[in-house]
């Protein structure tokens, strides 16, 4: 599993023009991109989660345990992109839907099992995401 994080200060992510998912500007938070391959399993998504929620880039240092700052996951079979070879990216090294979108669930379980206020897109929908990208902070997670 890949996640692309970064830290906002606001953010959201609509489907068919409706909000399904948001992070307020009064808060500053995590937008969570979030890239499953095929040999990624339950417990992958939970470490992966834990790193996530520890993770000490907002400000002064602090993790979103720290603060209890909300997260966006968006799933994004895209992370897995592989550019090697001409100009079409191959998404061979991303899981199918079947595979991807329950541990996208895991992870976002694994989340708030752990405390976090976790919003999310739809997996698998044509999704518009607005951010407000704060430092610019952005982090690449893996396990």
């Known amino acids: 599993m890949r996640v692309l994080v970064q830290r906002v200060s606001s ?3 609509s ?3 409706k909000v399904v998912g948001a992070i307020h500007p009064e ?3 995590l937008l969570a991109l979030v890239g499953v391959t095929h040999s990624d399993d339950e417990a992958k998504a939970r470490r992966l989660a834990e790193k996530l929620w ?3 880039i907002l400000d002064d240092e602090k ?12 799933s994004q079979f895209t992370l897995y992109a592989d550019t090697a070879k001409g100009r079409r990216p191959s998404w061979n090294a991303a899981a199918p839907s079947a595979v991807a ?3 996208i669930m895991d992870f976002i379980a694994a989340l708030t099992q752990l405390g976090a206020y976790v919003q999310s897109g739809v997996f698998g929908a044509h999704m518009q995401v607005e951010l407000v990208n704060d ?3 952005t982090v ?3 396990v």
Do not use: F, K, M
């Open 27 to 29: 808060s500053q938070g």
């Open 135 to 137: 430092g610019p902070v």
């Open 101 to 103: 979108e329950p541990l």
């Open 54 to 56: 520890q993770l000490r």
């Open 15 to 17: 489907v068919d023009g």
């Open 63 to 74: 993790s979103a345990a720290d603060i209890d700052a909300p997260i966006l996951v968006i």
């Open 140 to 142: 690449l997670l893996e």
């Open 11 to 13: 953010a959201s992510v």
